[in-house]
């Protein structure tokens, strides 16, 4: 059993949605631990593992420290993303352009992720909720006839524009 799964894809932007999906899904009550979701992103990463402990320090950044997890369990929080755009940065084409050859995999691109964090858990036996604004940018990798894989994530909320 996964704690959730990403679809492999050829389709650049699909790819990138579902990165940014399960990265953001994930509940302290479910049995998981942070590193089950992490390995979840980290399945479709970088074939070469050239970027993956950059890939690995970077998802480390987007999901609670195993003592905020241990807090967190005892009310039950869970958390969701609701993607509102996902767009090619206007700044992606000029990242290409600088990029010395070979520097970029094959059909590298990113998407500027933008959406509404959300989090439910248990307060004295209340439901409580709270919603967030968030954006970030997902690097991905997309060869010619092959699936997708994620190189890097942008810090949360210091997307490319």
């Not at 241990?70 to 940065?89: F, K, N, V």
């Not at 439910?120 to 967030?132: I, K």
């Not at 940018?137 to 997307?159: E, G, H, M, W």
């Amino acid at each position: 059993v996964r704690a959730v799964s990403i679809k492999p894809s050829g389709s650049a932007e699909t790819f990138a949605r579902s990165v940014a999906t399960a990265l953001f899904a994930w509940d302290t009550s479910s049995g998981f631990l942070p590193l089950d979701y992490t390995e979840v992103v980290l399945d479709v990463a970088d074939p070469t593992g050239t970027e993956q402990p950059g890939l690995a320090a970077d998802i480390a950044t987007y999901l609670p420290t195993q003592g905020a997890w241990a807090q967190l369990r005892q009310y039950a929080t869970s958390q969701r993303l609701e993607i509102t755009s996902a767009h090619m940065p206007n700044t992606w084409a000029n990242a290409l352009a600088q990029a010395r050859p070979g520097q970029l995999p094959a059909g590298a691109t990113a998407f500027t992720i933008a959406g509404i964090r959300h989090r439910s858990g248990l307060w004295n036996g209340d439901q409580v909720s709270a919603e967030q604004e968030v954006a970030f940018t997902v690097f991905i990798a997309c060869p010619p006839k092959d699936s997708c894989y994620v190189l890097r994530l942008s810090q949360l909320n210091n997307p490319l524009r």
